[in-house]
T-cell receptor, first 117, second 113 residues
């Protein structure tokens, strides 16, 4: 079956440009997560959705970062006025059930590699 | 102090050898623990969950020591295909809330023929 897909796979932006990164989770998955992975680092949590509700955005590094999931399926991570330190791989993950203290495996997409010049 | 710490390596190990990785975590209230594997330029994939009683999956054994806040992964009879980055992962939330994972930086393993 289809896994998590992300587009574009690669994005080069000039400093100051706005970018939008898309995530298509596995069909029917309730939970959706965004992570940022800088070179040589582990993924860092950005934000979490349960259906269309954004329940945790504590990891978003600044107000230039905005995420939405309006219909509870596809999600978009938007970065405004990109800066060089935004260069990273942005990973999306989905899991089948809502957070409940019982872990549900998170399935990761291939990521979008963003390079800001 | 980083929430999850692990030795980045690289660990260069001959094929067939046994190798062990460790990591420590700072949040004593953490509830769930995992090892993820990440191949170069690929997404992380769940390798195994880690339980207090210890658990084994083929050549892989994971252990959790809650008192010391310490997690380990042992790989026996290592294969060339085991070459990857191994990420120590903690779910800090106790339920009812977000389950965003906390990752270590990863330990890079290279199995040599």
């Amino acid at each position: 079956g289809a896994g998590v897909s992300q587009s574009p796979r690669y994005k080069v932006a000039k400093r100051g440009q706005d970018v939008a990164l898309r995530c298509d989770p596995i069909s029917g998955h309730v939970s959706l997560f965004w992570y940022q992975q800088a070179l040589g680092q582990g993924p860092e949590f950005l934000t979490y959705f349960q259906n269309e509700a954004q329940l945790d955005k504590s990891g978003l590094p600044s107000d230039r970062f905005f995420a939405e999931r309006p219909e509870g399926s596809v999600s978009t991570l938007k970065i405004q006025r990109t800066q060089q330190e935004d260069s990273a791989v942005y990973l999306c993950a989905s899991s089948p059930l809502q957070g409940s203290g019982n872990y549900n495996e998170q399935f990761f997409g291939p990521g979008t590699r963003l390079t800001v010049l | 102090r980083k929430e999850v710490e692990q030795d980045p390596g690289p660990f260069n190990v001959p094929e067939g050898a046994t190798v062990a990785f460790n990591c420590t975590y700072s949040n004593s209230a953490s509830q769930s623990f995992f090892w993820y594997r990440q191949d170069c330029r690929k997404e992380p994939k769940l390798l195994m969950s880690v339980y207090s009683s210890g658990n084994e999956d083929g050549r892989f054994t994971a252990q959790l020591n809650r008192a010391s806040q310490y997690i380990s992964l042992l790989i026996r009879d290592s294969k060339l295909s085991d070459s990857a980055t191994y990420l120590c992962v903690v779910n800090p939330h106790s339920g009812g809330g977000a389950d965003g994972l906390t990752f270590g930086k990863g330990t890079h393993l290279i199995i040599q023929p």
